[in-house]
């Protein structure tokens, strides 16, 4: 007897109590055939016809999920062809100048990358410097300080600003935001820090610091959320242990928890960041859309994704929707370095061993 | 790894085959489109009632469009599916050949005209009605239509050469106001649009440096300060931001009572904008039969100088004969009847000039080489 004959025994003889349970009424008619035979006829039948079921779906779901994961993979290999195909004009037109230049000329057909790439990365990175000790400080008081009552409520409501959508958020900016900045912020940042090339020039109220401080109000929820969840994550006995070693509270936080969860921190940064980069419709309310590049917080300046939803509908030709696809093919491929340099970090930091403890 | 492979053959074949199909069904509209023949059905038989026309294009006349086709529904049962996704989107469709008509506020490029005719024959550009572009301004105690500019000026500003409202250019023309030491906020829009298309197309016909710097587009380079998503966006910014200049169409800066400039027009005349000025920019000037002309800086002494045409895009040779007599029926009634309905949702209405030259446009329209209407 094969080795497979014996466990498909040992299966339905394990199984046939329960068998005998779902074949139902009958089963438990038949009381006293049952105590005449340990073993009755009808149970393994319908144990088969149960592995029989079983096993057709075991043997379709495999695939139909593989059919379904493979359709992801094709949608974003379509993407990338699809990018590529129609930024084809641009690229044969402008090579690699397109990422050096600065004129966007939609008359003379003349098209470069930088301000929006440079509006991109900096709006982002004006974002992150105010998001992170934001969202990682009011993460170790929801995680660690605050007393359970304020917990729950504290937390649902951080997550309340993320289910705001952006186009809200985008109006709330343009005609609240933006005319505090104009007059308390950039008027004073302008008097006092005027000599630094960052706050010249007059206060328009649109420009980099408004979408950055938009961005940054837009990307803590997901930051607080996640790292919140990563410094939950940390087993109580790292805590219990500093303690027990007479170390304060600060002390336990700080040499304890965030190391020990420093690739989630690090993973919600990045959700944070990618999601700065993508975010379309808040910043091209508060950015003032100019295609320049300048040092000065102040100026209006733009970024890749609203540059694309600004002129997408109304370009004609070739070359100028051609560079618009490629700008979204730019878009595409800092997204990916972002997640890449995540995933490095992320592994890098989880193989080194904690220090401090 | 045999088993591995075999096991993932069927289901990328599968995947590959709904995608493909999929991809197919996206594509075949357009494909089985017999040349020749845009948006035809496939009834051929002899003029079986009409019961809707699609058409999409520019955003501008949307209100009224929306008006007018409902309006038409009520006397005639035809129904008229119009999709305001832009002019650029409006000509890219009609040269697909996917709608019925396209609308646009801005006259086709040539290479995009040539795109059109080698698909389906020549195309017409039939006028509705116009509209005007209005300089709004952020001036305390400067109330509306008191602020006077000319042509080249509005240039200087829009070119960042003249950057401060008391500059002595500015000044000389108002000699009443007092005008503040105030640096100029320059606002434009930051999306591609037709109101841009027509500002830009006045500020090239009245200075050259900016026909040679900056140009005539739905979207330019702007040597400006601000951009602004929409009429709105650019009436948000100049609202809020002292000593900003913008502009939007006319019907939305009289709907929130913003204040303008009197804008000198080419006879000399300081015009602030009206409907009437809009319909005058097109009387007492000559207007070719193809009606593709800008109507910028018209020469008429009461015309306001910022004003212009939005078109409906029709091919001459209409591939199914039903729909295409709906359709110049449409046109007819829309350049006659619906005129009543453009003055109310503040478009100006058609001069008669404009009108009779529509009206041998229409009178052109063809299936199979016949007419399909007479008047």
């Keep these: 007897m094969s080795k497979n004959n014996l466990e498909r025994r040992i299966w339905s003889e394990g199984k046939t109590p329960y068998s005998a349970f779902w074949a139902g009424g009958d089963n438990l008619k038949s009381d006293k055939t049952c105590e005449t035979t340990p073993f009755p006829i009808q149970p393994a039948k319908s144990a088969a016809r149960i592995r029989r079921v079983r096993s057709i779906g075991d043997r379709i779901f495999p695939r139909f999920t593989l059919i379904l994961a493979v359709l992801v993979l094709v949608i974003l290999v379509g993407i990338i062809v699809i990018l590529f195909l129609d930024a084809m004009p641009a690229i044969k037109q402008f090579g690699l100048s397109f990422f050096g230049s600065t004129d966007w000329d939609p008359v003379n057909e003349r098209f470069g990358a930088l301000p929006a790439i440079y509006g991109t990365l900096l709006s982002s990175f004006i974002g992150l410097i105010i998001a992170i000790p934001l969202s990682i400080g009011a993460a170790i008081f929801l995680s660690e300080l ?57 206060p328009f109220g649109v420009g980099f610091l408004a979408a950055g401080i938009i961005l940054a109000i837009m990307i803590t929820p997901i930051i607080t959320a996640v790292s919140r969840d990563a410094m939950k994550a940390v087993p109580d006995t790292q805590r219990e242990a500093m303690y027990a070693l007479g170390a304060t509270r600060w002390e336990t936080i700080s040499r304890a928890v965030l190391p020990y969860c420093r690739s989630g921190l690090i993973g919600a940064v990045i959700l944070g960041l990618a999601r700065a980069l993508g975010e379309t419709m808040a910043v091209t309310m508060v950015i003032g859309n100019s295609y320049k590049m300048t040092a000065s917080l102040f100026s209006p300046g733009t970024t890749i994704a609203s540059k694309i939803a600004s002129e997408f509908s109304e370009a004609s030709g070739e070359i100028f929707i051609g560079s618009l696809v490629e700008l979204a093919l730019v878009l595409f491929v800092i997204t990916l370095l972002v997640n890449i340099i995540a995933r490095l970090l992320v592994w890098r930091l989880t193989t080194v061993k904690v220090e401090g403890i | 790894m045999r088993k591995l492979l075999r096991n993932l053959v069927t289901p990328v074949l599968l995947a590959i085959a709904l995608v493909t199909v999929l991809s197919a069904c996206s594509t075949s509209p357009a494909q089985t489109t017999p040349s020749g023949s845009p948006a035809s059905s496939t009834t051929t038989t002899s003029t079986p009632p009409v019961s809707s026309l699609n058409g999409a294009g520019a955003t501008f006349p949307n209100p009224l469009y929306t008006k007018w086709f409902d ?9 008229i599916n119009y999709q305001a996704i832009g002019s650029g989107g409006g000509i890219q469709q009609i040269t697909a050949g996917t709608v019925d008509f396209g609308a646009s506020d801005g006259i086709m490029t040539p290479e995009q005209q040539a795109k059109a005719e080698a698909a389906f024959g020549p195309i ?5 009605t116009s509209g005007a572009v209005a300089v709004i301004y952020n001036l305390s105690g400067i109330p509306s239509g008191q602020l006077r500019l ?149 020469t008429n002494p009461e015309a306001y100088p910022i004003c212009g045409f939005t078109w409906m895009l029709v091919y001459v040779n209409q591939p199914d004969k039903a729909k295409g007599t709906a359709l110049a029926n449409m046109l007819w009634w829309a350049i006659h009847d619906g005129q009543k309905f453009t003055t109310p949702l503040d478009y100006a209405p058609l001069s008669e000039d404009a009108v009779k030259k529509a009206e041998n446009q229409i009178l052109s329209l063809k299936y199979q080489g016949q007419p399909l209407i007479t008047r």
């Design chain 1, 146 to 202: 605050a007393p359970a009552w304020i917990r729950s409520p504290a937390s649902f409501l951080v997550e309340l600003l993320a289910a705001i959508p952006s186009v809200i958020i985008g109006l709330w900016g343009l005609f609240i935001l933006v005319p505090f900045i104009r007059h308390p912020v950039e008027s004073w940042l302008g008097d006092k820090l005027g000599f630094l090339p960052l706050f010249q020039g007059p």
């Design chain 2, 71 to 79: 309006e038409y529904f009520k006397l005639t049962g035809i129904k």
């Design chain 2, 124 to 128: 017409l550009h039939i006028p509705m």
């Design chain 2, 150 to 298: 000319n042509g080249d000026i509005l240039a200087q500003i829009y070119l960042k050469k003249i950057t401060n409202w008391n500059d002595s250019r500015i000044k000389a023309l108002n000699p009443g106001l007092n005008l503040p030491d105030q640096p100029i906020a320059v606002v434009h829009r930051s999306d591609g649009s037709g109101t841009t298309y027509i500002f830009t197309n006045y500020l090239s016909k009245v200075s050259d440096e900016w026909k040679s710097a900056v140009g005539n587009a739905t979207s330019v380079n702007w040597p400006g300060d601000i951009g602004a998503p929409g009429n709105a966006g650019i009436a948000g910014q100049v609202k809020q931001l002292p000593g900003s200049i913008g502009y939007v169409e006319l019907a939305y800066a009289r709907q929130n009572n913003l204040p303008w400039i009197s804008l000198q027009n080419a006879t000399g005349n300081y015009v602030e904008p009206s409907l009437s000025g809009t319909t005058k920019a097109a009387e007492g000037i000559p207007l070719p039969d193809d009606m593709k002309i800008m109507i910028t800086n018209s």
